[in-house]
């Protein structure tokens, strides 16, 4: 298969890439190189980013889930 040289690229837009940034792939190969850049990808943006909502914050130790106090009603039924 014909495929972008950069395996992380979208595959969609290789049509549009010169033909010196083309490489001739097995799809085993292809497959796997694919793999590796994009959760290389999604581990460079989860660092780059921070978190919106730090767990200290939003639950700090101890305090359990408020939702399990009160049961929660839906059209005068109570779910449990």
Same mark, same amino acid.
């Given at each position: *298969?014909?495929?972008?040289?950069d395996?992380?690229?979208?595959?969609g837009?290789?049509?549009?890439?010169?033909?010196?940034?083309?490489?001739?792939?097995?799809?085993?190969?292809?497959?796997?190189? @694919?793999?590796?850049?994009?959760?290389?990808?999604?581990?460079?943006? @989860?660092?780059?980013?921070?978190?919106?909502?730090p767990?200290?914050?939003?639950?700090?130790?101890?305090?359990?889930?408020?939702?399990r106090?009160?049961p929660a009603?839906?059209?005068?039924?109570? *779910?449990?």
């Open positions: *298969m014909v495929a972008a040289r395996a992380g690229a979208d595959p837009s290789a049509w549009r890439l010169p033909a010196d940034a083309l490489a001739a792939w097995c799809w085993g190969c292809y497959d796997a190189a @694919r793999r590796v850049a994009l959760r290389k990808a999604d581990r460079e943006a @989860r660092e780059a980013s921070p978190e919106l909502f767990v200290s914050v939003v639950a700090p130790a101890g305090a359990g889930c408020s939702s106090r009160r009603r839906t059209r005068g039924r109570v *779910m449990a």
